[in-house]
């Protein structure tokens, strides 16, 4: 089966541009989840869907970031425009349901690199 | 609000040894805790989560964790360090219901010394 499959692995960007970040759950898991994670860090949460609804959006810095799920299966996380200190690791996670007491997948990231 | 320490962002044993991550945990009502496991350029895995049962826990490659709740402790252990153990190891914390998240620590580097 495959896991959590994410989309680029590496990103360098120059600041003020534009960057979006993909992610496929795993088949049939209806919550997703994207997570930040600065160097040295945990990760933190920044959104949490359950099929196609933001349910947990409140760590989202909604001037330059944006998500989407349209069809409740993958999803996409867009910055605009990216600053300097938004270089980070980018993660996003599955689970069956959207209690944390259900495993969260994660998958490898993405390294986002602002210049 | 909860939140976890992780004590130590660095810690070296050699192969053969007991490896033992600290990490101690605030929270209001009876926690969920896990330990999730990151190897270079992976995402997290669960290692194990105590989720109010059995106060021992025990998780994947010979790890295990137990619950402490008078030291507010949740330290991962395993017997023998192997190699192929070393990563990044994070403990986290929940308050178990439907609509909670899960706070991560800050993690702890495990180095392990042939």
């Known amino acids: 089966e495959a896991g959590v499959v994410q989309s680029p692995r590496y990103k360098i960007i120059e600041k003020k541009q534009p960057v979006a970040f993909w992610c496929n759950p795993i088949?049939?898991?209806?919550?997703l989840y994207w997570y930040l994670q600065n160097l040295g860090q945990g990760p933190e949460l920044l959104i949490r869907?359950?099929?196609?609804?933001?349910?947990?959006d409140s760590q989202l810095p909604k001037d330059r970031f944006s998500a989407e799920r349209l069809k409740g299966v993958d999803s996409t996380l867009k910055i605009q425009p990216a600053e300097l200190g938004d270089s980070a690791v980018y993660l996003c996670?599955?689970?069956?349901?959207?209690?944390?007491?259900?495993?969260?997948?994660f998958g490898p990231g993405t390294r986002l690199t602002v210049l | 609000a909860q939140s976890v320490t992780q004590l130590g962002s660095h810690v070296s044993v050699s192969e053969g040894a007991l490896v033992l991550l600290r990490c101690n945990y605030s929270?209001?009502?009876?926690?969920?805790l896990f330990w999730y496991v990151q190897y270079p350029n992976q995402g997290l895995q669960l290692l194990l989560k105590?989720?109010?049962?059995?106060?021992l826990v025990k998780g994947i490659n010979g790890f295990e964790a137990e619950f402490k709740k008078s030291e507010t402790s949740f330290h991962l252990t395993k017997p023998s360090a192997h190699m192929s153990d070393a990563a990044e190891y994070f403990c986290?914390?929940?308050?178990?219901?439907?609509?909670?998240?899960?706070?991560f620590g800050s993690g702890t580097r495990l180095s392990i010394r042939p």
């Open positions: 088949s049939g898991h209806n919550t």
């Open positions: 869907y359950e099929n196609e609804e933001a349910v947990d």
């Open positions: 105590y989720t109010s049962a059995a106060t």
């Open positions: 986290a914390v929940s308050d178990g219901s439907s609509a909670s998240k899960i706070i």
């Open positions: 996670a599955s689970s069956e349901g959207g209690g944390s007491y259900n495993e969260q997948f």
């Open positions: 929270s209001s009502v009876p926690p969920y």
